[in-house]
C-alpha cells in the first residue's frame, strides 16, 4: 500500500491481520468497484445474509435433510454473531470483543458445515464454498493460526455429527 513519511497508509493498503471492525461496514454495502484488498467486506457481508437466513430456514424445519435443524441453529447463530455491532455481546466480551464475536461467529458457521460434512451432503458445493469463505476470512483477520482454529472447529462440528447419526441410530435400534 502506499504510506506517508510516517509510515502510515495514505492509500489503499494490503489487508493485514491487524484490521479494525470499522472497516466492516454490514449492513451498509461493501465498498464499490470491489476490490482484492477489501475482500473482507464482502465475505463478511455474505456470510451475514446467507449462514444468518439459511440458518434461519433450516432451524425453523426447511431445506430439510440429516441434522438439518442442529445445523441451522449453528449457522443461525454464527451468522448473528458475525454482526460486529451487537455492542452488548461485544461489552461482555470485552477488550477486542467486537473481533472475537466476529471469529465466534466463524468457528460456529464452520461447527455447523462440518456436521454437514458428517451426513450425505458431504459433497454439496455449497457447504464446501461457505467453508473456504469463513476460512478466509478469519485468515484475512487473524491469520493462519485463526483459520487453525476454524479448521479445528470443523472437525469438531464433524465429529459431533457422526457421534449425533450414531447416537440416533442406536436408539432407533433400541426402541
Known amino acids: 500500500g502506499l504510506t506517508g513519511r510516517s509510515g502510515s497508509c495514505v492509500g489503499?493498503?494490503?489487508t493485514t491481520t491487524t484490521e479494525s471492525m470499522s472497516d466492516l461496514l454490514f449492513?451498509?454495502?461493501?465498498?464499490w468497484?470491489?476490490?482484492w484488498s477489501k475482500r473482507q467486506a464482502y465475505l463478511h457481508w455474505w456470510l451475514c445474509i446467507f449462514m444468518t437466513g439459511v440458518g434461519a430456514l433450516k432451524a425453523a424445519g426447511f431445506l430439510r435433510h440429516d441434522l438439518s435443524q442442529i445445523v441451522g441453529v449453528l449457522e443461525f447463530l454464527g451468522g448473528?454473531?458475525?454482526?460486529?455491532?451487537?455492542?452488548?455481546?461485544?461489552?461482555?466480551?470485552?477488550?477486542?470483543g467486537a473481533e472475537l464475536s466476529l471469529r465466534m461467529g466463524c468457528w460456529f458457521i464452520?461447527?455447523?458445515l462440518g456436521m454437514i460434512v458428517s451426513t450425505r451432503k458431504r459433497k454439496s458445493p455449497v457447504c464446501w464454498s461457505q467453508t473456504v469463505l469463513c476460512?478466509?476470512?478469519l485468515r484475512i483477520r487473524g491469520g493462519n493460526s485463526a483459520v487453525g482454529i476454524g479448521v479445528v472447529m470443523l472437525l469438531a462440528g464433524t465429529?459431533?455429527?457422526?457421534?449425533?447419526?450414531?447416537?440416533k441410530d442406536f436408539k432407533a435400534k433400541s426402541v
Do not use: M, V
Open 12 to 14: 489503499p493498503c494490503a
Open 27 to 31: 449492513p451498509t454495502l461493501p465498498p
Open 33 to 35: 468497484p470491489p476490490s
Open 80 to 96: 448473528a454473531l458475525l454482526l460486529p455491532r451487537w455492542s452488548h455481546i461485544t461489552k461482555f466480551l470485552g477488550k477486542g
Open 110 to 112: 464452520l461447527a455447523g
Open 135 to 137: 476460512l478466509e476470512l
Open 159 to 167: 465429529l459431533a455429527g457422526f457421534f449425533l447419526q450414531t447416537f
